[in-house]
DNA sequence: CATAATCCGTAGCCATTGCTACATTTGGTG
DNA sequence: CACCAAATGTAGCAATGGCTACGGATTATG
């Protein structure tokens, strides 16, 4: 008989490359926030906020060079390039807003900033828009 | 001066486990729906749902079977084990949960459904309930 | 019951993200 | 300047999740 299985309402096939973007959120948002409070961004301060060896943040890094979202040079910090600043800001933007949201919900401070970090990566902009409608 | 990076609300390390985790739920919440639904679960099944080749629900499947989650002999159709269905229910409640939240929140039936499918797997407890508490 | 179609397993490749161990560079300090 | 500590890079391994290609098992069908 063979009912059809639909498939997922996003084929969410390419999980590893929408992993990799994820990664790519976190780091761009990441050096920019260390920018801003401590002047610059080194891979051993990403290796802390991420709880990864610095072998972890050194192979990312070169990978988002490659991407041209960061750039460095061995030895040195950690820069946005104008493409890696654009998309820190926007997903910064967006973590605040879902942060914001969830304290609004409801919910703890505390909660709110863990599950916010886990959250942002998925909401498209339709689910941005109705949080900020519901924050007004 | 060395200003302290603090690290991140949840140290997120093992975001290698995590995405495992997560995959083991999709797994269990699929094969739980298509028992539900055509009254066997096959690899080609998840294969389609998840828009990947029947390999990687091969070895995702082995896996699932030595954390006790699923059990399938070779050419056979794939269930749950106790363990798996009361992942299942759980997944699949929380899952729901969102949904109608995301709905109730105006978003759109098809975006609530894709972003769902993403957030669900970062929804603590806390925010859960302040999401039930939003529904009533 | 034989044969074809379908399903599934295995081999073996790649990318990503973890790690430890070791090498190298930088920067500060005597 | 020489040397040490800290920071970073490199080599190489593992786990996870993608894939294609190929072969074996099951099922359906004439």
Redesign the pocket.
């Known amino acids: 008989m063979?009912d059809k299985i639909k498939a997922r309402s996003v084929p969410?096939?390419?999980?590893?490359?929408?992993?990799?973007?994820?990664?790519?959120e976190d780091y761009v948002e990441a050096v920019m926030e260390m920018i801003e409070e401590k002047g610059e961004c080194?891979?051993?301060?990403?290796?802390r906020y991420?709880?990864?060896?610095?072998?972890?943040?050194?192979?990312?890094?070169?990978?988002l060079q490659d991407e041209k979202l960061l750039y460095?040079?061995?030895?040195?910090?950690?820069a946005l390039t104008a493409k890696g600043f654009k998309l820190a800001k926007q997903v910064k933007e967006r973590h605040e807003i879902v942060l914001a949201f969830l304290i609004e919900l409801g919910v703890d401070k505390a909660n709110a900033q863990i599950d916010s970090e886990g959250i942002e990566h998925h909401v498209g902009s339709k689910t941005l828009a109705a949080m900020k409608r519901f924050l007004k």
Chains 1, 2 share one sequence.
Not at 42 to 47: E, I, M, P, S, T
């Open positions: 063979k969410f096939s390419q999980t590893r490359s929408r992993h990799a973007s994820e990664t790519a080194r891979v051993l301060d990403l290796a991420f709880n990864v060896s610095h072998v972890t943040v050194s192979r990312i890094v070169k990978r460095s040079k061995p030895y040195r910090p950690v």
